[in-house]
């Protein structure tokens, strides 16, 4: 593992932006280390292309043009628009050219995110994603509502978790595979319930999806399947469903907006709010005003 501190990356990840000239609109790291998102206007460019130790996820968000990156293990070349994806290798070094575009870029800490999924990601298994461009509507809507959602919460990391599991398997997944989802047994009796209950104790923490699967003894997308074949819910939405039921009880007492936020597992008050603002369509303070 890297002894580099939170702020050591986060800076060197702004420079890495800085020498292409360009100045991010929102430039994020999760203390934790796992990941960092950028977007930026990036002017057309020619020549080396810095190799990182994270895996990239770019999508394209404004801009049409031509694009090169060739390296040793993987080339991608073609015309790039708004909304295709692309993935760049860690410590991979490419030569090419891009022309004036609009980037999202997500940078993933492999390793860290192994340890945090508890399960082991191959690099091979993305060697065929990295040699083209993506035009898939699933990565496009997922990368942008992360990007949305971070610049509203942060590199939220439960969420995250679930978004990146998304995208890594529509970019691995064989060619012979559709799209309509695997028959999955929904999860039932006591995994279902100790489940459940565990979210229940943990909604006033930064509970992430895979600590959930654990209590079940299930791999985290085995889990994440199973709970939404018997819930209809992904496990995040249900946790962020749940904390939301929390907060209505709560704001029919006397406690105050930032307590709630609090009670129900967000450091930040403004960030409640806007969550809670998002789900219900009305701020904790009008909701309180009408309902309360």
């Known amino acids: 593992?890297?002894?580099?501190?939170?702020?050591?990356?986060?800076?060197?990840?702004?420079?890495?932006?800085?020498?292409?000239?360009?100045?991010?609109?929102?430039?994020?790291?999760?203390?934790?280390?796992?990941?960092?998102?950028?977007?930026?206007?990036?002017?057309?460019?020619?020549?080396?292309?810095?190799?990182?130790?994270?895996?990239?996820l770019n999508l394209c968000t404004a801009g049409t043009g031509k694009m090169s990156r060739l390296s040793e293990h993987a080339n991608v070349e073609g015309i790039i628009r708004p909304g295709d994806a692309l993935?760049?290798?860690?410590?991979?070094?490419?030569?090419?050219?891009?022309?004036?575009?609009?980037?999202?870029?997500?940078?993933?800490?492999?390793?860290?995110?192994?340890s945090t999924i508890g399960e082991k990601?191959?690099?091979?298994?993305?060697?065929?994603?990295?040699?083209?461009?993506?035009?898939?509507p699933l990565i496009t809507a997922v990368m942008t509502a992360l990007w949305r959602d971070a610049e509203v919460n942060g590199l939220t990391s439960a969420f995250f978790e679930q978004g990146l599991l998304v995208i890594f398997n529509q970019l691995t997944r064989s060619q012979e595979k559709t799209l309509l989802p695997r028959k999955t047994k929904p999860l039932a009796g006591n995994s279902l319930q100790r489940s459940l209950e565990?979210?229940?104790?943990?909604?006033?923490?930064?509970?992430?999806?895979?600590?959930?699967?654990?209590?079940?003894?299930?791999?985290?997308?085995?889990?994440?399947?199973?709970?939404?074949?018997?819930?209809?819910?992904?496990?995040?939405?249900?946790?962020?469903?749940?904390?939301?039921?929390?907060?209505k009880?709560?704001?029919?007492?006397?406690?105050?907006?930032?307590?709630?936020?609090?009670?129900?597992?967000?450091?930040?008050?403004?960030?409640f709010s806007a969550a809670f603002k998002r789900l219900n369509g009305k701020s904790p303070t009008q909701w309180r005003a009408l309902f309360g």
């Open 121 to 136: 990601i191959s690099i091979d298994d993305f060697l065929p994603a990295a040699s083209n461009l993506h035009h898939d």
């Open 249 to 271: 009880e709560l704001l029919r007492k006397n406690h105050t907006v930032t307590e709630i936020a609090m009670l129900v597992g967000y450091s930040n008050p403004s960030k």
């Open 1 to 56: 593992m890297s002894s580099k501190t939170w702020q050591q990356e986060h800076d060197e990840f702004n420079h890495r932006l800085t020498k292409l000239g360009v100045k991010p609109t929102i430039s994020l790291s999760d203390p934790n280390g796992i990941l960092q998102l950028a977007h930026a206007d990036f002017h057309a460019f020619e020549g080396n292309f810095e190799s990182s130790p994270r895996l990239m």
């Open 198 to 247: 565990f979210i229940e104790s943990k909604l006033d923490s930064n509970l992430r999806v895979s600590a959930i699967a654990q209590e079940v003894n299930l791999d985290i997308r085995t889990f994440t399947r199973a709970f939404r074949a018997a819930t209809n819910y992904a496990p995040f939405e249900y946790l962020t469903l749940r904390r939301m039921e929390v907060a």
């Open 87 to 114: 993935i760049a290798l860690p410590d991979t070094k490419a030569e090419g050219y891009f022309s004036n575009v609009s980037m999202l870029g997500i940078a993933i800490n492999l390793s860290l995110l192994e």
